[in-house]
């Protein structure tokens, strides 16, 4: 019978399948949420067009939340957000949710068709207001004429 024989070098390795598991994870979560956030401001939108303003300067401290408002509605509704279409009462929800879930400030940002009437960014606004954010900046094209 042969007595078997441990090597005095006996090595110690650690288990990486967990970790790399994570890193995976994470990976794929940051390449899902940069795509949906670029998929909000990229719906097709003939926006209006501004000859004066300020250029947007990032503000790391505000959460931006994209409210799209559509020029043909659809299922009734106009206002999107996330994908999501939302009625006025839905929308003032988000916003309040996501006000008191935020720290460091909210800014809305209100994307919408130049030939969408006030009638109906009016309680993206108001929805605004009652929720108690104030920071509320307009999507525009820049340098261009204002033309029906």
């Known amino acids: 019978m042969r007595i078997p024989h441990r ?3 006996a090595t110690l390795g650690f288990n990486m399948t967990p970790m790399i598991d994570v890193v995976f994870l994470l990976i794929i979560f940051f390449l899902v ?18 000859t004066t303003g300020r250029a947007d300067r990032p503000r790391q401290e505000a959460r931006r939340v994209v ?9 009734g509704r106009r206002i ?20 008191e879930h935020t720290e460091g ?15 109906d960014v009016e ?19 820049a340098g261009a004429t204002n033309q029906p």
Do not use: K
């Open 67 to 75: 409210v799209n408002v559509l020029g043909e509605p659809r299922g």
């Open 33 to 50: 949420s940069s795509h949906l956030a670029r998929q909000e401001s990229q719906l097709a939108l003939d926006l209006p067009a501004a």
């Open 123 to 141: 309680p993206v606004m108001l929805a605004c207001a009652r929720s108690g954010v104030w920071n509320v900046t307009f999507a525009v094209v």
């Open 80 to 99: 999107q957000i996330g994908g999501r279409l939302l009625d006025a009462e839905e929308l003032a929800d988000v916003i309040r949710h996501e006000r």
């Open 105 to 119: 400030g909210l800014e809305v940002r209100i994307r919408c068709d130049r030939r969408v009437p006030y009638r």
């Open 7 to 9: 090597s005095p070098r």
